[in-house]
């Protein structure tokens, strides 16, 4: 079994209020839209999950360019997260189609998401970052209830994607109890590395999450993001 453990980061600075009130508010308004639609849920929530990591991977490359020192592994990082959350986009579309107005949301959603994220990288990459921790905290949760609707047998539970039996390496007889293993598994690996990044960008003491995504062989002193 997959596990994802449900860690909480605690707000230490406004920054960081900042970012659980907007988290909150954003789950407050997918809890009032979907319901207990967690399959319809994560087609909306995923196209927007996609955005963060390609934003950040993005501004990050033009900042190595710009400044010609080594980004030490955070491009391929969160181009590697931007992926995968596409990835799960592509599963649940196969699980659950969306609907015309849910289609209009995606497209509203995502523009305006974008904007926003983007201009919030510029101004502070450790609030961005956070944002996404938080962001992921919930997804995790999310997941973790559509587990309990899987296992109560109040949602279907049936054949795994064949896109997600390739990409998760999954065996030819799992189910869609298995894919939201893997994709609660890969939410938590994303709500520790932005915990993780945040902290490291505020020069906080990383905790129960992981670092910046270095190498091993990296050193994170010879590159202020902060910059």
Avoid: C
């Amino acid at each position: 079994m997959l596990d994802a453990p449900p860690r909480h980061h605690t707000p230490l600075s406004a920054s960081d209020h900042f970012a659980r009130g907007v988290t909150k508010l954003l789950r407050f308004v997918a809890d009032a839209f979907f319901a207990k639609r967690y399959g319809h849920r994560a087609i909306v929530l995923e196209t927007v999950a996609a955005v963060p990591g390609m934003v950040g991977a993005t501004l990050t490359h033009l900042h190595s360019l710009r400044r010609m020192v080594n980004d030490e592994g955070w491009i391929r990082t969160l181009m590697e997260e931007a992926e995968n959350e596409r990835m799960h986009l592509m599963t649940f579309i196969e699980v659950a189609q969306p609907t015309a107005l849910e289609r209009w949301l995606i497209l509203l959603a995502q523009w305006i998401f974008y904007l926003g994220f983007f201009v919030l990288y510029l101004v502070s990459r450790r609030t961005a970052h956070r944002l996404v921790g938080y962001f992921e905290e919930e997804a995790v949760i999310s997941y973790t209830q559509y587990l309990a609707e899987i296992d109560s047998g109040r949602a279907p539970n049936g054949p795994a994607p064949g896109i997600a039996r390739r990409y998760w390496k999954l065996k030819e007889d799992a189910t869609l109890r298995d894919v939201v293993l893997a994709v609660r598994a890969d939410e938590a690996h994303h709500r520790d590395i932005n915990h993780g990044l945040a902290s490291h960008l505020a020069g906080e003491p990383v905790r129960a999450e992981p670092p910046a995504p270095y190498p091993e062989h990296a050193d994170p002193g010879k590159w202020d993001p902060k910059q």
